[in-house]
């Protein structure tokens, strides 16, 4: 077994794992990334499909998320606005489908109403939440302990208003239903991107996209932290740590993939939380670790990808924008490359429609999604020329998408917990950030926190 010696080890070469690994490696200390993949980029993923370029995973940056502008900028990367001219098409419970603009959906005077005052409840609400600290406000445990959808059902007897403003945590966030987790867990959501009006306003949340996609962040800084020190296909199996040697010795872990064994200072455990129970830990970890690492979970949503010979919905004077929580893609938007002629459409099918669909056939899988985008833009839909469903449940080394969220009662239970060390081992990734909660934004804070908090500790710098 090849011996390897590094200040600092990560596991995961993801936004999070390789913006702690070039901070690090800025401030002097060497790193070693080990990757299970045999890419870079984790949950962003750029890659062609019968000759057409999608972003499989991550694509939008929204302008809240200065950690990833700041990015951006730092490497160099251009970004475009997402298409937006035009109207909006929204799809009432009876199945037709109704031309808008703006925010709210044509829904009638008083679910319009009532969607105005459930957004004012909300935004109330997110504004005295501190996304850093949820756990800390005065009623954490009272809105922990009661799940979105009963919350809603004691706001509001506006079914289609409660529908409506569920879809913009459950389906569109959490990808999760609305009845499995809090209300505190949507409060952080919202409060993470700034406020729950920002979560109705796709120009704000699905602003801008990456010329050449988003993945490029992670590729550029591993380019930076350099291919010597990220090794692909190296899943991490064991960690062996001691709870007597202060962390930053050098040897207080030793990292074990199948060919290799480093030992290092500390470890950056990069990973989504669903996925801690795959490395065993020798000697265990906590038990309350063992617990917290139980109560969160990964999400499920399909982002699907349609191409056209040309963006027809943009002739008929349609945006691309679709809402409906009564259909089977619940949003859907004008995904068109930079400077491509070709029109592309992305949709997304999530939590119990997902569930259902995956255990159709594919084709009927692909008739009943391409049917619903038909709903939204007419039967045009129905023909596309490349026709692509990401499929990250089955990624062994994420399991999910788009990220992890407590169970009812988890984030007041153990949301600080998640954020302490254990010895030697920090743990982190978008999953566990405030701001950007989710997101690549959230991923680089994570990612930029973890090495301070390194740095803070390391002998040169006392
Ligand atoms: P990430 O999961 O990316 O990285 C973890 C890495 O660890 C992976 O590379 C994995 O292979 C590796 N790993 C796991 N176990 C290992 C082991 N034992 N040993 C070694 N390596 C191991 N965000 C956004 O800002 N805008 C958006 O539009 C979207 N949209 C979106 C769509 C879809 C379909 C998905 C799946 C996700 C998004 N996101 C998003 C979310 C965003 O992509 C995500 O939050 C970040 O990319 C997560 O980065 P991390 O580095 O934290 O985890």
């Known amino acids: 077994m090849e011996k390897i010696e590094r200040d600092v080890v990560i596991v995961g070469a993801g936004a999070t794992g390789l913006t702690a690994a070039h901070r690090l490696q800025q401030a002097g200390k060497s790193v070693l990334v080990l990757e299970a993949r045999d890419r870079i980029g984790g949950r962003l993923w750029t890659d062609h499909i019968d000759g057409q370029l999608y972003e499989i995973g991550g694509q939008w940056v929204s302008p809240d998320q200065t950690a990833l502008i700041d990015m951006l900028d730092e490497l160099g990367l251009d970004t475009y606005s997402r298409y937006r001219e035009g109207e909006s098409v929204y799809v009432s419970p009876d199945g037709t489908a109704h031309r808008f603009t703006g925010d709210i959906f044509p829904a009638g005077a008083t679910t319009e109403a009532e969607l105005e005052r459930l957004i004012g409840v909300l935004d109330g609400l997110v504004a005295e939440i501190d996304p850093a600290a949820p756990w800390e406000h005065p009623r954490a445990s009272e809105f922990d302990h009661i ?41 952080l959501m919202a409060a993470s991107a700034g406020s729950f009006s920002h979560l109705v306003d796709a120009d704000f949340i699905l602003d801008k996209r990456v010329v050449g996609g988003l993945q490029q962040v992670p590729l550029a800084l591993g380019e930076r932290v350099g291919a010597e020190n990220v090794l692909l296909g190296r899943p991490v199996r064991r960690i062996e740590w001691s709870e007597t040697a202060a962390p930053g010795t050098p040897g207080a872990v030793r990292v ?8 290092a200072g500390h470890v950056i455990v990069a990973v989504p939380p669903n996925l801690y129970n795959r490395i065993e830990y020798a000697p265990n970890l906590p038990r309350l670790r063992q617990q917290l690492q139980q109560h969160q979970s990964l999400g499920l949503v399909i982002k699907v990808h349609a191409t056209y010979p040309t963006p027809f919905w943009r002739a008929a004077g349609l945006s691309g924008t679709a809402f409906s929580p009564y259909q089977l893609v619940h949003e859907a938007y004008d995904n ?39 709903a939204y833009y007419g039967p045009e839909a129905l023909s596309p020329t490349v026709y692509y469903e990401s499929d990250w ?9 788009y990220a992890a969220s407590f169970d009812l009662g988890g984030l007041t239970r153990y949301g600080a917990l998640q954020l302490e060390p254990v010895g030697p081992i920090r743990f982190g990734s978008s999953d566990l950030a405030a701001e950007g909660y989710q997101h690549v934004d959230g991923a680089i804070r994570v990612g930029a926190r973890l090495a301070a908090e390194i740095l803070a500790e390391s002998p040169a710098a006392q």
């Open 393 to 401: 449940a089955a990624e062994e080394w994420t399991q999910g998408a």
């Open 147 to 187: 799940s979105f959808t009963l919350w809603l059902e004691q706001q509001s007897d506006d079914a289609e208003a409660r529908d409506n403003i569920a879809l913009f945590i459950a389906d569109a966030m959490l990808t999760k239903p609305a009845h499995s987790f809090s209300l505190l867990q949507a409060l």
């Open 256 to 263: 074990l993939t199948d060919e290799l064994e480093v030992t």
């Open 336 to 374: 068109t490359n930079f400077g491509e002629e070709q029109g592309t459409l992305v949709g997304f099918v999530s939590d119990e429609k997902a569930d259902a669909v995956f255990r159709l056939p594919a084709e009927e899988r692909k008739r009943r999604i391409l049917t619903s985008l038909a």
